[in-house]
């Protein structure tokens, strides 16, 4: 009974030791992303490595209700001794194209406060120093915004996205107006909600273009340093 009894121990040890190595090779982080792709909306498509340490992406897509995100061409390498706290530290994550559309739900919404409005919640805490992104486009109902290489030192935690000595290049904000409403002088970009608490350290716009209708205004160079708690833009 004794032989039997440490028998399945040794097996079950063995058992949680091959799951929590999966992550440390490459056959494991593929079967691992073939799990993760059964779940509905999520397909990621592995290029090489492994999640514990340097992973390549062809492409990761992610489609929740009326949003949908594509990321192409990334390339990131794994601080493992973050994993110990629950966080997700990457030493390096570049990726060559991010884009993230929001769908009009088509549905009527009641008008809402800010502090009515929910936020994103990250259950992991997300820290990217080296942060580079060659080409970022989002898309919402009434606005889009285009932009060329940003590098920034990132964080993700609970409901704060913060960015440290940012710099975005060839940045244009479009937003159509609302029906019958007139343009004003100077330019008045209208409130974005931002489901976010969002802290800057410094950001500077290399190159930046704003578009309200066929009201158009640029600027050569525009720094930013600043904390939005407001969760409006």
């Known amino acids: 009974m004794k032989r039997l009894a440490a028998l399945v121990l040794v097996l079950l040890a063995l058992a949680i030791a091959a799951v929590v190595s999966l992550p440390f090779s490459a056959p494991g982080t593929r079967f ?16 090489s490595g492994r999640l514990a340490g340097r992973l390549e992406l062809e492409q990761f897509n992610l489609a929740a209700g009326n949003l949908r995100i594509e990321l192409k061409g990334v390339d990131s390498v794994l ?3 973050c994993l110990w706290r629950s966080a997700a530290c990457f030493t390096e994550l570049t990726a060559a194209s991010l884009r993230v559309m929001v769908a009009d ?14 936020l994103l919640q990250f259950p992991i805490r997300i820290e990217a120093p080296l942060l580079r992104v060659d080409e970022l486009d989002v898309e ?15 964080m993700l935690f609970d409901s704060t996205l913060q960015i440290d000595g ?13 029906a019958g409403e007139q343009p004003t002088q100077p330019l008045v970009l209208p409130e974005i909600f931002l489901p976010l608490n ?28 600043g904390q939005r708690r407001a969760h409006d833009l």
């Open 105 to 118: 739900s088509g549905e009527s919404e009641p008008e809402e406060g800010p502090d009515q409005k929910s």
């Open 198 to 225: 969002l802290v800057v350290n410094g950001l500077t716009l290399d190159g930046f273009e704003a578009a309200v209708g066929e009201q158009i205004e640029a600027v050569d160079s525009l720094g930013l340093v």
């Open 32 to 47: 691992l992303f073939d799990r993760v792709n059964l779940i509905d909306g999520l397909d990621i498509r592995d290029k």
């Open 79 to 81: 601080d493992r001794s």
């Open 166 to 178: 940012g710099e975005i290049s060839d940045a244009m904000l479009q937003v159509v107006p609302s």
């Open 140 to 154: 919402w109902p009434g606005g889009h915004w285009r932009q060329g290489q940003l590098r920034a030192g990132v």
